[in-house]
């Protein structure tokens, strides 16, 4: 089984504890890293992973933001759904409107607004309707679907609602994949999934990544250009 484990980045913005993750990640499943930088355009970074892991053969890809801190046994847990999306609940705060919620939604208070999720459930998977990008685990089959069908991951097209237009990459993203014929999870069973604090990514912490991965990772990290 081949998996990665895809971070789209600002290029100075990898949270510590998501190192460390990525680490245990290789000794286990002997994952591929791949990252992409594009400054502030989390959605560019985004297109292209995608468009790397489409001329890929990966089993399963592992999309988490670089400024996520997940337990060592997410990967493990969302394997073990044997689906083909399914997100990870991770804790998010809006410095906005000072509003903490969960990045997933089971329902929408609209045809064009998802309901924001305030409390968990203690165990189990469930459906649902959409995510964020902060911790999803995606087969190879979704890739396939989109690809055959010639959809773009991210940016509106008529197979979605026109009001859809202009909106989040990722809600396009559950949408298109929802009007595909593909399902969606969360697993509940993880638990400690937070967006942080962001550190500076300094040779030091590089220094300190690589000595805790085995070679395989030293000499297969792959970062993609902004083009």
């Given amino acids: 089984m081949r998996i990665a484990i895809a971070i789209a980045t600002r290029g100075n913005d990898i949270y510590a504890k998501l190192l460390h993750f990525c680490c245990e990640a290789v000794k286990k499943y002997n994952c591929d890293i791949v990252t992409s930088e594009a400054g502030f355009s989390a959605e560019q970074a985004q297109t292209n992973l995608f468009h790397y892991i489409l001329s890929c053969d990966f089993d399963y890809v592992l999309l988490i933001d670089s400024d ?66 902060a911790c999803l685990l995606l087969s190879k089959k979704v890739f396939q679907i989109f690809k055959d069908a010639g959809e773009s991951f991210f940016t509106w097209s008529p197979l979605v609602d026109e009001r859809w237009n202009r909106r989040n990459s990722d809600n396009i993203f559950f949408l298109k994949a929802k009007a595909l014929g593909l399902r969606s999870f969360v697993c509940w069973e993880i638990k400690g999934a937070v967006h942080n604090r962001t550190i500076k990514l300094t040779d030091q912490l590089i220094t300190h990544f690589y000595a805790h991965c085995p070679q395989k990772c030293k000499s297969e990290i792959i970062e993609i250009k902004k083009p």
Avoid: Q
């Fill in 68 to 133: 996520v801190a997940v337990p060592f046994d997410t990967l493990d847990k969302l394997l073990a759904c044997k689906t083909d999306i399914v997100s990870a609940p991770v804790l998010h705060y809006d410095p906005m409107t000072n509003d903490i919620h969960w990045n997933i939604s089971l329902e929408m208070i609209n045809p064009t607004e998802f309901k924001r999720l305030y409390e968990r459930k203690d165990s189990g998977v469930e459906e649902l309707m959409s995510s964020s990008f």
